[in-house]
C-alpha cells in the first residue's frame, strides 16, 4: 500500500543525507532515478512504493565513497525504514534491490529478480547515459583526478566485480567499459525505448571528441 508520508520522509532524508556530496552521486542523482523510476512505472507494472523507496535509498551510501563496501548501502535503507516503522515485507523488498542495483563492471547479477528492480535499475542505469552521463562520467572521472582520454590504455573487460572496483583508467575508457553496454541490459520495454536515444547520443559525442582529439 502507497504511504506518501514515507515516501516523503524518504526524500527528505536523501536531501539531508546527500547534501554535498560529490557531484555524480548526489542529491540531484537520486531525485533524477526517482523522476525517471516514476516515468517507468507509467507504462510497466510494479508496486510504486517499493520502487520508490527503493529508487530514493538506492545510492545512500555508494561503495565508491565506502571504501568499497557493498553492505553499508543497503544497512543504511534498512535502518531508516526501520526506523519508520515500515513492514518487513517491504523492508527486505527494498533491501534487496538496492544490493542489486549497482552495475559493478557487470558483475552483480545476483539471484534476486523482481519487477520492482527492473523499474528501478533501468530508471538508475538511464540516468548513467545520454547527456547526463556524459556530464557525471567526467564529473566523477574529475573527482578521482583520472585522465580524460589515453590512447595507450585500451578498454578491458573485467573478470570479476573486485577487479572492475579496483579500475582507474581514463574517463573515455568507461563509456566502453560500462555506458555503452547498459542499452542492450535495460529490463523494461520503456526502459529500453528510452535508452535508444540516450545511448546514440553518447555515440555522436564519441564520435566529436575523437574528431577533436586529433585537431579534426
Known amino acids: 500500500m502507497y504511504d506518501k508520508t514515507i515516501v516523503s520522509k524518504t526524500k527528505k532524508f536523501i536531501e539531508e543525507t546527500l547534501q554535498g556530496a560529490e557531484g555524480s552521486h548526489d542529491k540531484f542523482h537520486v531525485l533524477r532515478v526517482w523522476e525517471n523510476t516514476k516515468l517507468i512505472l507509467k507504462t510497466e507494472k510494479a508496486d510504486p512504493f517499493i ?28 535502518h531508516f525504514l526501520t526506523s519508520l516503522k ?27 529478480f523482481s519487477q520492482e528492480l527492473a523499474v528501478v535499475r533501468d530508471a538508475d542505469r538511464l540516468d548513467a547515459i545520454g547527456a547526463i552521463g556524459i556530464a557525471r562520467a567526467f564529473a566523477y572521472g574529475g ?14 573487460i573485467y573478470k570479476n566485480k573486485e577487479e572492475y572496483k ?28 528510452l535508452a535508444e536515444k540516450r545511448h546514440n547520443f553518447m555515440l555522436d559525442y564519441l564520435n566529436q571528441f575523437f574528431k577533436e582529439w586529433k585537431g579534426k
Open 166 to 193: 579496483k579500475s582507474t583508467v581514463p574517463t573515455i575508457n568507461h563509456f566502453y567499459e560500462k555506458l555503452l553496454l547498459l542499452k542492450d541490459k535495460m529490463d523494461t520495454e520503456t526502459g529500453k525505448k
Open 143 to 156: 573527482y578521482k583526478k583520472r585522465e580524460l582520454y589515453n590512447p595507450d590504455i585500451k578498454p578491458v
Open 51 to 78: 520502487c520508490e523507496l527503493a529508487a530514493l535509498l538506492h545510492d545512500i551510501a555508494d561503495h565508491k565513497f565506502h571504501n568499497g563496501n557493498e553492505d553499508i548501502g543497503y544497512q543504511k535503507a534498512e
Open 86 to 112: 515500515v513492514d518487513n515485507k517491504s523492508i527486505t523488498q527494498v533491501v534487496n534491490i538496492v544490493k542489486n542495483v549497482s552495475f559493478l563492471g557487470g558483475h552483480n547479477n545476483g539471484r534476486y
